[in-house]
């Protein structure tokens, strides 16, 4: 099968309470196609400008990310800084800046145009939707938003959203989204908008999973110490798609055993700053993780 996956390549400031790190690698396309190599090649499809450091596109090469859909582009790479305080389920964004996103209009090399996962990562509405629209018959797309583009640009994401099967949603978010203070109603809610799977995740509470009819609960896995909480939905999200698209078929019993699989890919992100525990992960602490994990959920 063949996963593609378009977002925010960035260079993150991250302020948490174990400390500061400065221009690091970030961006939700990066922790999503970093998580899912554990189980797939990726194709990436972003921008980055020409400050960004070759040594991360090594890292990613070096992970067999593909990244043909990767354009280099003159001016400054996506930066976004952001601040937690000691509840890691809260952030404050403290600066954006744009820079090459604002004239990024993608479009995917030819091999791209058959994946059959897609993996619409936080980013701009428009582009998400301009990425989709060139794949020529995806089995399964999920999508990813965030509260910035809920606010700027409410109809370009509706109409997205109308196209997906699967949308990931924290619950800032979907109260937002739908304007229902009460969590139960807003997922019901979003289920009327297009997508047949609601991924309500509420960060160190685990997710909230609706279907048409059926709602379940879902564990994270405990973390004692968060080191620093970026990119840990992106994470999830990559652990998820990377299994389903390995398995190349999508049903509930896949469809658990993905989350599970996303939850502990998330569980270990958290453990170190920016993307750097999942470069040194190994499949054996993954799959050591997993079995804790099944422990944890069978009562
Ligand atoms: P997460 O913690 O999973 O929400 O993802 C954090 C990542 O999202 C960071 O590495 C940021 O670079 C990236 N990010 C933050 N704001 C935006 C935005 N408005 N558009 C795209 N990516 C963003």
Redesign the pocket.
Known sequence: MSLVVV??I?L?TIHTPHGKREKVL???C??FALAASFFTKPKIVGIVGEDFPNQYLELLKERKIDLEGLKIASGKT?F?E?KYDENPDFRE?IK?ELNVFSQFSPVLPEKYKESDFVFLA???PDLQFNVLNQIRKPKLVALDS?N??IEHKLDSLLKVIKKIDILFVNEEEAKMLTQRANIIKAGKELIKLGPSLIILKKGTHGALIFEKDHIFVFPAHPVEDVMD???????FAGGFMGFLDKKGKVNLSLICKALIYGSVLASFVVEDFSVNKLLILTHKEIKKRFKEFKKLISY
């Open positions: 977002g925010s960035a993150d970030g961006g939700s990066v922790y996506f976004w952001g964004t954006i936080n980013i701009d965030m910035w583009w909480p970026t990119g840990a939905g992106d994470t």
